[in-house]
T-cell receptor, first 115, second 110 residues
Framework: NAGVTQTPKFRILKIGQSMTLQCAQD?????MYWYRQDPGMGLKLIYY???????DKGEVPNGYNVSRSTTEDFPLRLELAAPSQTSVYFC??????????????FGNGTRLTVT | QKEVEQNSGPLSVPEGAIASLNCTYS??????FFWYRQYSGKSPELIMS????GDKEDGRFTAQLNKASQYVSLLIRDSQPSDSATYLC??????????FGSGTQLTVLP
C-alpha cells in the first residue's frame, strides 16, 4: 500500500519554464489537495478536488493549474515558473473533506527551486 | 484573513519534562482542530484531533480546546528526544478548509 506518491522529489527550474508535479494515491480517496510550504511557514492550500472532474481554488492558486481526470491522480501544473514559486509542495488526500474526522495523508513532498 | 497563530519557538525542554504548545485562531466559527507533527525534511502526520471544549488524551499527548478563548494547546508528557519536531496547529473554519499555523519547533534535550 503506497499511500500518496509524489514525483519528482527535487527539481530545479529556470524562470519561465513549465513543469508538472505528479501526485497519485491508491486509497480510493475522493478528496485531494495541493499545499506549498515555504521555509519556517505553515502549509498554504493551492488547489483541491472533491472528486474526479471537480477542482477548486485554495488560498494561493495564482500561477498554478490542476486537473482531476481520475480518482487516483491529481497533477499540479506550473506554466511560467517564477522565483516566488520556490517552495516545498505537498500533495495530500483524505477520505472525507476537511473538517470531518478524516486525517490528511501526505505525500513525501517535492522540493522545487526556481532560479 | 482567517489566521492561526502559534507560539514562535523554538521550544526546548529536557527529556522527561512536559512540553506545552499553544495555538490561537481568529475564526469564531471554527469547529475542528488538529495537531500535525512534522520531522525535518518530512511530510506532516496527524497526531491529535479535537472538536469539543475540554481535554482529549491519547497516550502521552493531550489536546486542550477552549472555544470561548479561541485557544487550542497540545501537551506532551514525558517528552522524548524522538518528539523533537515541528508541530503544526490546523483549524477548519467557516470555509471548511484547513488553515495551518506556521508551526512551533520543539527540541527535547537528552
Amino acid at each position: 500500500n503506497a499511500g500518496v506518491t509524489q514525483t519528482p522529489k527535487f527539481r530545479i527550474l529556470k524562470i519561465g519554464q513549465s513543469m508538472t508535479l505528479q501526485c497519485a494515491q491508491d486509497m480510493n480517496h475522493n478528496y485531494m489537495y495541493w499545499y506549498r510550504q515555504d521555509p519556517g511557514m505553515g502549509l498554504k492550500l493551492i488547489y483541491y478536488s472533491v472528486g474526479a472532474g471537480i477542482t477548486d481554488k485554495g488560498e494561493v492558486p495564482n500561477g498554478y493549474n490542476v486537473s482531476r481526470s481520475t480518482t487516483e491522480d491529481f497533477p499540479l501544473r506550473l506554466e511560467l515558473a517564477a522565483p516566488s514559486q520556490t517552495s516545498v509542495y505537498f500533495c495530500a488526500s483524505s477520505y472525507r473533506g476537511q473538517g470531518n474526522n478524516s486525517p490528511l495523508h501526505f505525500g513525501n513532498g517535492t522540493r522545487l527551486t526556481v532560479t | 484573513q482567517k489566521e492561526v497563530e502559534q507560539n514562535s519557538g523554538p521550544l526546548s525542554v529536557p527529556e522527561g519534562a512536559i512540553a506545552s504548545l499553544n495555538c490561537t485562531y481568529s475564526d469564531r466559527v471554527s469547529q475542528s482542530f488538529f495537531w500535525y507533527r512534522q520531522y525535518s525534511g518530512k511530510s506532516p502526520e496527524l497526531i491529535m484531533s479535537i472538536y469539543s471544549n475540554g481535554d482529549k488524551e491519547d497516550g502521552r499527548f493531550t489536546a486542550q480546546l477552549n472555544k470561548a478563548s479561541q485557544y487550542v494547546s497540545l501537551l506532551i508528557r514525558d517528552s522524548q528526544p524522538s518528539d523533537s519536531a515541528t508541530y503544526l496547529c490546523a483549524v477548519t473554519g467557516s470555509a471548511r478548509q484547513l488553515t495551518f499555523g506556521s508551526g512551533t519547533q520543539l527540541t527535547v534535550l537528552p
